[in-house]
């Protein structure tokens, strides 16, 4: 059984919905000094399963070969273009500097990086990249993350 949230306007939810629709509240909870609450270690825990997932999406340069990473822009696209190993994100026009490329999640959250206003964007859209259906039932929630 998924653990849920037990306060707050998500009370009774999935933290794995939560992780999934706005993980921005992770950040607000990290931000309040409630890092230490269970539903936030459950939000980390989760997002390390989503970022150990194969991507399913192919390369947007070669569009052959399964992605292993994605580029985002600083402060601009929020939403991530996917590559294989072998294909360099500055080969599609990119501007030198302004791009950021990850293999995970976790670093674009710990990176420090300003995406706080579009990461539950990024994430949902690395999540169906990764396999996720677009409609996050409890059903799917469970399917996906194996609890």
């Excluded at 072998?86 to 302004?98: L, N, T, V």
Aim: proline letters at 4%; a positive charge.
């Amino acid at each position: 059984m998924m653990q849920k949230m037990s306060f707050g306007k998500y009370q009774g939810k999935s933290v794995a919905y939560v992780v999934l629709k706005d993980f921005e509240y992770f950040i607000w909870m990290y931000q309040n000094n409630m890092s230490n609450r269970p539903e936030y270690t459950e939000a980390l825990r989760l997002l390390q399963i989503l970022d150990a997932k194969p991507f399913y999406q192919k390369c947007y340069s070669c569009r052959q070969k399964a992605a292993v990473k994605f580029s985002l822009y600083h402060g601009g696209v929020a939403s991530p273009s996917f590559f294989c190993e072998e294909c360099d994100p500055y080969s599609q026009g990119a501007i030198r500097g302004k791009l950021a490329i990850y293999s995970s999640l976790c670093n674009v959250v710990n990176s420090g990086i300003p995406y706080k206003n579009y990461i539950n964007t990024v994430i949902a859209c690395v999540a169906e990249a990764k396999g996720f259906p677009k409609r996050k039932t409890e059903k799917a929630l469970e399917d996906f993350f194996g609890n």
